[in-house]
């Protein structure tokens, strides 16, 4: 995970590792959740990276960003991950 700064706002960089295909979400968000602070835990970012695994699983890195709303995962789909 990689943290960076814009004038929007924090942005999570995750980068995908080998095997992502076989290994279900809930071990994503679980070991997210192992290199992150809470602070980036909360609903949004479980959508954004959810959406990233789901529809952009090549993509790299993942970023997951702070400013981005908190609404549900089938906007966060609908906006492409980034509602």
Known sequence: MKLSWS???T????TPRSGWAITPFSNWWAE???WVSAQYEGNKFYNQLRCHVDIAPFKSPWNL???RP????SNVLAAACNP
Do not use: P
């Not at 942005?11 to 995750?14: D, L, Q, S």
């Open 11 to 14: 942005t999570v960089g995750v």
């Open 70 to 73: 908190d609404v549900s995962y």
């Open 7 to 9: 004038s929007y706002g």
């Open 65 to 67: 960003d702070a400013w």
């Open 32 to 34: 997210y959740k192992l």
